[in-house]
């Protein structure tokens, strides 16, 4: 990591609690050490939480999360996050970006280009003019896709991206955070897909009831799980 990452961020024994359940357990582990990690899991087991925490819009129960590296100070804003179903301004696909990079204090003279840049990356190239929330699902994805990291973070947090998109759309998102990824953004992404994971990871951290069970690299976690439920999974049978 340079002298200007925030990375890694910790989690130490972190658990959260709601309506007296553990929803996550004493949960310890660091991202931001390989490109992209995935948090893998079934449904339920605690993914979009374990985001959550991590982009500071819940706090934990106990324990705490916390960024390690020499700009730790700068962590929120190192950081962002595109959620499951994100919301688009009613505005111009410009607009969205810039007023993303207006509250990050991104400088005028310096929009314009980051934007173009964030379009072409996300495959979006001459959609600035147009009106954000009149185009497909999955070009709304890559809109906020490409809104999150124009801003320049260090860090992206993909919650379940591709979770209702076809064929063709999941394909061209993950292009894009590939693409995002191989210009040096830290990749955590949160998904129940295994071709996914498959396609995407370098590294999985495995979910299960609120449980980190493995932090693996993905070639070994995919050939050799060390968990009986990650082999389970796998296996594609229900774990209860």
Not at 114 to 126: F, K, P, S, Y
């Amino acid at each position: 990591m340079s002298a200007e990452s925030a990375l890694p961020l910790a989690f130490e024994s972190v658990s959260f609690v709601a309506d007296g359940v553990a929803r996550l357990d004493d949960v310890s582990f660091e991202v931001g050490r390989t490109p992209l990690a995935v948090v893998l899991g079934p449904n339920g087991a605690g993914k979009s939480l374990l985001l959550r925490l991590a982009t500071g819009l819940l706090a934990p129960s106990r324990g705490r999360v916390r960024w390690l590296g020499p700009a730790a100070a700068r962590g929120a804003e190192r950081s962002a996050v595109v959620l499951q179903r994100p919301v688009l301004l009613r505005r111009s696909v410009r607009a969205n970006l810039d007023y993303a990079m207006r509250l990050r204090g991104v400088p005028r003279g310096e929009r314009t280009a980051r934007g173009d840049r964030a379009l072409e990356t996300a495959h979006l190239a001459g959609f600035a003019p147009r009106a954000a929330r009149r185009l497909s699902v999955g070009e709304q994805q890559r809109v906020a896709l490409a809104r999150a990291w124009c801003v320049g973070a260090e860090v992206l947090f993909l919650d379940e991206p591709a979770a209702a998109l076809d064929p063709g759309a999941t394909g061209a998102l993950e292009s894009a955070i590939r693409a995002m990824r191989d210009a040096g953004t830290r990749i955590v992404m949160a998904t129940h897909d295994l071709g996914q994971a498959r396609r995407m990871a370098d590294e999985v951290l495995f979910l299960h009831r609120g449980r980190l069970l493995e932090q693996t690299p993905a070639a070994e976690f995919f050939r050799e799980p060390r968990s009986v439920e990650a082999r389970k999974f796998l296996q594609g049978e229900i774990l209860a």
